[in-house]
């Protein structure tokens, strides 16, 4: 079983109004006044005006990104200061690749740690699930970049990605249907409901299918999510969400140029060697998260957190492996990879969060046995 226990005694500083900071945090929604009365949890684990933060962070409003064009997972990155990205192979939306300060680790992104609400929200081997996260009902994301591993405990050398959830206010509903080329379209349906005392549910269910740009690059992607906030008092609050996800896709291989731009000959012809039939990378999985909440007194409060993961894959690939290419000697060579895995992961964790005039301490222990 693996224990982690974090300890941090922070000094906060005072920033006056109207002036910079040099550890001041960043906004990108345009918003002069909002963005100096944000509050942000993930860079010191507890409530801080985002201007008065230690750390460089960023954050992402989710309304104001698709106004700008949102279309799919990372596209949170584009424009934060010290984040490369790219999305790899197949259509563009397999396997992506971030950098957060130049740190890099493998094709799972496992140099910093991606959040829902706080709660780790990554898959059996510390790899991000960032196309399984629930876009439909995130707020606002949180980019810290910069080593957080004393304050979370496990992969976050490279910084945090926080993805905060909306909670339910009111009674709505929402429904979206969109279409694109090549026989993309994406339905989502959005409940929100605001029952007695105010316990509060929100639910979302997204499908969108998508025939592919070339051949073998098909996908279709399910997602759910329940989100529910029973306050018990003003002081003590219970919270808990469920996440679906079950994605299936084709992922097609390249064939390389010569120097003259020829495409090379391969055998069995160019739409049969893209993939090498059948390929695939197939996911289903659910996370389910509790977390109580309680105000002990005016400067300390604690939160206890439970979590489940469930995954099933399938992964099958085959790649044109450029380090075996010797056109002169009618070589190519072919990277295959396959892949089946079925695990279920929990953790649990207790937080402390102590804080007297400009004085801080976080206090934690957190436990994920082996899997």
């Known amino acids: ?117 706080g709660i780790p929200f990554v898959g059996p081997d510390e790899e991000v699930l960032l196309y399984e996260i629930p876009y439909p009902i995130v707020n606002h994301i949180e980019i810290v970049r910069g080593p957080v591993s004393a304050l979370y405990g496990r992969g976050a050398i490279g910084g945090a990605i926080n993805y905060q959830t909306r909670n339910p206010v009111n009674n709505s509903a929402e429904l979206s249907f969109s279409a694109g080329q090549d026989g993309y379209y994406r339905g989502q349906v959005l ?26 690059s098909s996908r279709d992607a399910t997602s759910a999510f329940l989100k529910t906030v029973i306050p018990f008092n003003s002081s003590s609050a219970l919270t808990a969400w469920l996440s679906y996800f079950e994605r299936n896709a084709q992922v097609p291989s390249v064939i390389p140029t010569l120097a003259d731009g020829s495409v090379v000959k391969v055998a069995g012809g ?24 309680q105000q002990v007194t005016d400067i300390l409060d604690i939160q206890l957190t439970a979590q489940a993961r469930q995954f099933d894959s399938d992964v099958r690939l085959n790649f044109y492996d450029y380090l075996e290419f010797n056109p002169d000697n009618n070589i190519m060579g072919v990277n295959g990879f396959a892949s089946v895995n079925d695990a279920s992961v929990y953790f649990a964790e207790a937080l402390a969060n102590w804080q007297s005039g400009r004085h801080k301490l976080v206090v934690g222990v957190s436990a994920e046995p082996p899997h």
């Open 270 to 293: 160019a739409e049969r060697f893209l993939g090498h039939k059948p390929t695939r990378n197939n996911n289903q999985g659910w996370i389910a998260a509790l977390r109580y909440e």
């Open 191 to 216: 409940l929100e409901r605001l029952f007695e005392q105010d316990i509060g549910v929100l639910a979302s269910l997204s499908y969108e299918d998508f025939a592919g740009c070339r051949d073998n």
């Open 1 to 117: 079983m693996r224990y982690t226990f974090m300890a941090a005694l922070i000094a906060a500083s005072w920033v006056e109004p109207g002036t910079s900071s040099a550890v001041a945090g960043e906004t990108f929604s345009g918003q002069a006044e909002t963005g100096i009365e944000r509050v942000v949890v993930t860079a010191t684990r507890s409530e801080q005006m985002l201007l008065e933060v230690p750390a460089a962070i960023s954050v992402r409003e989710l309304d104001d990104l698709r106004g700008k064009g949102f279309t799919y997972g990372t596209d949170e990155f584009r424009g934060v200061p010290g984040i490369f990205f790219r999305r790899g192979e197949g259509d563009g939306e397999e396997f992506p690749f971030v950098s957060i300060r130049g740190a890099t680790g493998n094709h799972g992104n496992d140099t910093f740690l991606a959040m829902l609400d």
